[in-house]
């Protein structure tokens, strides 16, 4: 009888199916969050990568398509605020210069409207702002800087808007302009208001819109990068150690009143 009871507890036992114990478990868990504390840093900087190259590839879209449109139209780039506002209205503000020129330029852009979205931006798309008390028509807003015209001496006199000779806008003439002068680039900018900063950063490190309040600091640590679009077609990556003023660090005090200030007092300085 005993016998029967332990060749039948002993295929009882047998019949049960192993699970994993709570060490196993664990142990599986750990290597798991090692793997991917390995791996998504990686990735991370792959989509990185991948965001310039798609930002570069829209750069020199437009600025092929700009060159196609000054040879229709008598070597002249399409104009801004400073010069193609018939009420003499200017908008020192270069991400709002798409405004006079969007529609001008759309049937020369495969991608339409995608073209000026820069993908390392996140938080800003192509949208037009309606009609208000500030402007004539509304204005289009994109995540690029469209430079022709943003300092250009035949056409408006030298102000203390523009900071520095390098890089340079492009003149709205196309052929006066040298293959290194800016058609295009990515939008790094902060404002102050009563002493609170926002701004704005394309491929951030962390963050893509600062609302009003944040620490400059944090703004500056921000800034990644920035791709331009030059007159001869090719794109260069310049990195935040030669992105403010003369080709300085936007770190240091000298570099931090960037290439261009739209407000001309340091309150709107742009980075690129």
Same mark, same amino acid.
């Given at each position: ?21 709570? &060490? ?60 193609? *506002? ?83 806008? @492009? ?11 800016? &058609?295009?680039?990515?939008?790094? @900018?902060y404002y102050r208001n009563d002493d609170k900063f926002g701004g704005f950063v394309n491929h951030p490190k962390r963050g893509t819109t600062f609302? &009003?309040? @944040? ?16 007159? *001869? ?40």
């Amino acid at each position: 009888m005993l016998t029967i009871q332990k060749k039948d507890m002993a295929m009882r036992m047998n019949g049960r199916k192993k699970g994993f114990t709570l &060490i196993e478990l664990l142990v599986v868990i750990a290597i798991i969050a090692l793997l991917l504390s390995i791996v998504l840093p990686a990735l991370n900087a792959v989509k990185r990568r991948a965001k310039y190259i798609v930002c570069a590839a829209n750069q020199g879209q437009i600025v092929k398509s700009m060159r196609v449109y000054a040879m229709d139209n008598k070597d002249m780039l399409p104009g801004n605020w400073f010069n193609n *506002d018939p009420a003499g209205q200017i908008d020192p503000i270069p991400t709002r210069w798409w405004t006079v020129m969007v529609d001008k330029m759309l049937p020369y852009w495969a991608d339409g409207l995608d073209v000026v979205l820069c993908p390392g931006n996140n938080d800003r798309d192509m949208y037009h702002v309606p009609d208000s008390p500030a402007s004539l028509s509304g204005y289009w807003m994109s995540s690029y800087l469209y430079m022709p015209g943003l300092y250009d001496p035949e056409k408006i006199p030298p102000s203390n808007l523009w900071k520095d000779v390098n890089p340079k806008a @492009a003149r709205l003439r196309f052929g006066r302009n040298r293959g290194d002068f800016l &058609i295009v680039a990515d939008l790094n @900018a902060y404002y102050r208001n009563d002493d609170k900063f926002g701004g704005f950063v394309n491929h951030p490190k962390r963050g893509t819109t600062f609302p &009003i309040g @944040a620490p400059l600091d944090d703004i500056l640590r921000g800034i990644e990068g920035s791709n331009r679009g030059h007159v *001869d077609g090719s794109v260069s990556r310049v990195g935040p150690d030669s992105m403010g003023k003369d080709g300085q660090s936007v770190f240091t005090p000298q570099g931090r009143n960037g290439r261009y200030d739209h407000m001309g007092n340091g309150d709107r300085p742009y980075f690129y």
